[in-house]
C-alpha cells in the first residue's frame, strides 16, 4: 500500500472506518470525485484488498468492503 496514491489510501481509511459502502457511499465520505473513486476501487480490487458484493438495497450497485472483514469466507 506504500506505493499506491492518495487516493486509494483514503478510500482504504473510509472503508476502515465506515464499514461497507457504495462507491456513491465512499465518494460522499472522502469528498473525492466519482471517478476518483472508481479508479480507487479498482486498484484496491487488483491487490486483493477489497471485495464486492451486489447491494441488497439496489441490485444495479455494488457494496465495496475489506477483504479482512468477517465477510470472507462467507
Do not use: C, N
Not at 5 to 18: D, F, T
Not at 19 to 27: E, S, V, Y
Amino acid at each position: 500500500m506504500r506505493d499506491l496514491p492518495p487516493s486509494v489510501k483514503l478510500v482504504y481509511i473510509v472503508l476502515i472506518e465506515k464499514g461497507a459502502l457504495t462507491q456513491q457511499g465512499i465518494a460522499e465520505e472522502s469528498y473525492l470525485p466519482a471517478r476518483t473513486v472508481r479508479s480507487s476501487v479498482k486498484q484496491l480490487k487488483e491487490i486483493d484488498v477489497i471485495d464486492e458484493e451486489i447491494s441488497s438495497q439496489d441490485a444495479r450497485q455494488r457494496v465495496y468492503y475489506l477483504i479482512t472483514d468477517d465477510r470472507e469466507g462467507s
